[in-house]
Nanobody, 117 residues
Framework: QVPLVESGGGLVQPGGSLRLSCEAS????????MRWYRQAPGKERELVAG???????NYADSVKGRFTISRDNSKYMVYLDMNSLKPEDTAVYYC???????????WGQGTQVTVSS
């Protein structure tokens, strides 16, 4: 079983909403900061949102006020609630876990989000 598995991607119309989920396993989830990245065709992977082990959040300017990251340590889950979606949000979204003290990180396989009418 891979350490991170994303789900929830799909096709949505502009202005719509989606919730991405990432299930973690095989590591001590509560000790890791969790992040969502995305990569659009022909572009570099970019950080979308992060949540620390202490649940402090940060967001890219392009998604502030529209996306919300959250975590449930009891379920080993991290979520990305995406509202007011725009065509430019179209990308493959990746879940990332990082523990800075041990320089350890894991990546999920990605989930496609397409915003189009």
């Amino acid at each position: 079983q891979v350490p991170l598995v994303e789900s929830g991607g799909g096709l949505v119309q502009p202005g719509g909403s989606l919730r991405l989920s990432c299930e973690a396993s095989r590591f001590t989830f509560s000790l890791y900061a969790m992040r969502w990245y995305r990569q659009a065709p022909g572009k570099e992977r970019e950080l979308v949102a992060g949540i620390s082990s202490g649940s402090i959040t940060n967001y890219a300017d392009s998604v502030k006020g529209r996306f919300t990251i959250s975590r449930d340590n009891s379920k080993y889950m991290v979520y990305l609630d995406m509202n007011s979606l725009k065509p430019e949000d179209t990308a493959v979204y990746y879940c990332n876990a990082v523990r800075f003290s041990t320089d350890t990180q894991y990546w999920g396989q990605g989930t496609q989000v397409t915003v189009s009418s």
